[in-house]
């Protein structure tokens, strides 16, 4: 299923939609933008009718995804010390979801100052900025930690910075967990010492959930003001002002943005 998806088809191979002629591929199965759509049954889950469905949408990825990385992927225990690289949504879910476990010290790592007391309200107890320093960050948090984070999370999508999430880890125990998209076609890389001596490179996709047993759950514990959504949606506007709405997502402006049609 996933690799049809990939692909951008139904489970039966076609598509559903073309344009002048041609074929219109369904991204991830799902194609959003649009008002009206067709996904395989498998990507549908049943919520609770008085969900807002312009907040519930954000469980769709960006939240899930980084809340499930913390408490799901990585597992962050109480009492641990996590950096974050990249405060945008996902990066502020990530941090939600350490709070979430306990963690008794979150890090923010970005480069734009401005998204520092987002971070906090999210859970981040501090935030530092890479340009900052003139020595690398990784080393700056191992100096910050006492020998670095038991836990680092990744959601920039750039390998430098995957790299060094990975060697900020503690040696014997700390875990790193890659959730940014890096650009087709690139790799990682890091000494094997880093490894053999303890340290876990992880990935995740959509933090790990069931997503049809999973969204009613993370859905239910929003009505229950136990999950933060509403603070995620920076703006929302019109479909129309589609492209706005890229250029503020690009300039590090906002945080999510809910189309209405």
């Not at 430098?160 to 998209?181: D, F, P, Q, Y």
Request: net charge negative; glycine share 12%.
């Amino acid at each position: 299923m996933f690799l049809l998806q990939g692909a951008g088809v139904m489970p039966d191979g076609t598509t559903r939609f073309e344009c002048k002629g041609k074929q219109l591929y369904h991204f991830m199965g799902c194609s959003t933008f649009s008002e009206y759509t067709v996904v395989a049954e498998i990507s549908l889950c049943k919520i609770p009718k008085d969900a807002p469905l312009d907040k519930v949408c954000l469980l769709g990825c960006g939240v899930s995804t980084g809340y499930g990385a913390a408490l799901n992927t990585a597992q962050v225990e109480e009492g641990s010390t996590c950096a974050i690289w990249g405060l945008g949504a996902v990066g502020l879910a990530v941090a939600m979801g350490c709070k979430s476990a306990g963690a008794a010290r979150i890090i923010g790592v970005d480069t734009n100052p401005d998204k520092y007391e987002t971070g906090k309200l999210f859970g981040c107890t501090e935030c530092i900025n890479p340009k900052d320093y003139d020595k690398p960050v990784q080393q700056v948090l191992i100096d910050m930690t006492d020998g670095g984070c038991d836990y680092t999370f990744e959601c920039v999508g750039n390998v430098n910075t995957m790299r060094a999430a990975l060697e900020a880890c503690h040696k014997g125990w700390g875990v790193s967990t890659i959730i940014g998209v890096a650009a087709a076609g690139q790799e990682i890389s890091t000494r094997p010492f880093q490894l053999v001596t303890g340290r876990t490179w992880k990935g995740t996709a959509f933090g790990g959930w069931k997503s049809r047993d999973s969204v009613p759950r993370l859905v239910e514990q929003y009505l229950n003001k136990k999950l933060m959504l509403d603070e995620f949606v920076s703006h929302v506007m019109n479909f129309d002002e589609i492209n706005q709405g890229f250029d503020l997502l690009h300039s590090g402006k906002s945080i999510r943005t809910v189309l209405n049609y």
